[in-house]
């Protein structure tokens, strides 16, 4: 290896080389990779690269930590675990130095003041190397954009659940906060920090969802229909630019549930064959003849609002006694009302052993239903 003597070129030294720096001889680059003698390479040696001090914005109402040029959920229990994150991103140990171990111990000057004490041991040219260095943390609490956005009652689209001739039922409208609060728990969940629900409000003809994207409103839009049937419709109405001068649209979707509910029981214009106890509204509405037990299906025309009009719900209906059995189309029962005996038609789900059946009394006359616990 006599022939790889080199020397320092700063103060003239002798170099010896280790085989590793073989490859230092390169002759395409020479003098590239002359090497300092290891007194003039302390001498500039800077294990540890730390920043004078480091400032975290924090959030104080959710906890999110600013990062680049973003809010992130870090999940944190207290700010000390994010002061000793942010710590150990911005610190840099020199590259040359091989089994690096570093530890720290956070020291809370005040409630936004934690001083961080490094240290660090490592290796380099075969000689052990330590430093330690102190980092203080300023931790500023500061509201984020989302939490900035909800306090500010920001939105940007309304979820209007409606219903045709009639308001939504409370079934429906629990429903639709259920599903409001679930489409934004899912996409919180995947890390989206822009989905919430702004407010809820109950209105006369229903309830109205503000949440903080179109995303979101036609979520919830779409998944009430699948439930429970009916259209949505939506639209945008300009509102504003936002700072880079691009047009902010809110999106309304209007939900529009249909006229009769499973459990209604309808008379159908037009119609002699008896009312009928809906079963589902999903599409055309179906449901079965209170007089003969019959399937009924509106047509397509009529889709899920056949004309018609509502005679009560299941709801409604009362227990009263049988009297006798007349023959295959009649029964006798007792009027719930005048406790009269009464001839009512005789559907195939009645139960010829039953003492007692539910009934409805309407301005359709009277008639057997099903028991609840069969729909
Ligand atoms: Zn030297
Ligand atoms: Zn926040």
Known sequence: MSD??????RCGDPVERSSSDADATDPLR??????????CYFEDFDFVDAPDRIDVRVCSQ??????????????????????????????????????VAWQVE??????????????????????????????????????????????????????????????????????????????????????????????????????????????????????????????VNDAETLVTEDEDGNEVYRVTFAVRLPPYTPGDIIDLADDETGPVLVRSAHGNLKGTRVTTGD??????????????????????????????VEDENAVQVLDPETFQAKTVARPDYFDPDAETVPVLKSRAGLHILPDETDV
């Open 4 to 9: 790889s003597r080199a020397f320092c070129p």
């Open 30 to 39: 020479p003098g590239a990779e002359v090497e300092l003698c290891d007194g």
């Open 62 to 99: 959710c906890g999110a930590v600013h990062r680049g040029n973003r809010w992130v959920d870090v999940g944190a229990r207290d700010y000390t675990d994010i002061a000793i994150e942010e710590v150990s991103e911005a610190l840099g140990v020199h590259v040359d130095v091989a089994d």
């Open 106 to 231: 956070p020291e809370q000057v005040d409630e936004n003041t934690i001083r961080m004490h490094c240290y660090f041991t490592g290796v380099v040219r075969e000689t052990p190397v330590e430093e330690q260095v102190m980092v203080p943390v300023k931790i500023s609490r500061q509201t984020c954009k989302r939490c900035g956005r909800i306090a500010g009652d920001y939105y940007a689209s309304i979820v209007q659940i409606r219903a045709e001739d009639r308001t939504p039922t409370t079934e429906e409208t629990d429903r639709a906060k259920e599903i409001a609060n679930a489409v934004v728990a899912d996409m919180e969940a995947t890390g989206d920090r822009n989905a919430f629900v702004t407010e809820i409000g109950e209105v006369d003809e229903g309830l109205n969802i503000k949440v903080s994207t179109n995303k979101i409103g036609k979520k919830i839009a779409n998944k009430m229909i699948e439930e429970f049937g009916g259209t």
């Open 295 to 324: 399937r009924y299906e509106a047509g397509y025309e009529a889709g899920n609002a056949p004309d018609a009009r509502k005679l009560g719900e299941l709801e409604d209906a009362v227990e009263t006694t049988v009297v006798t």
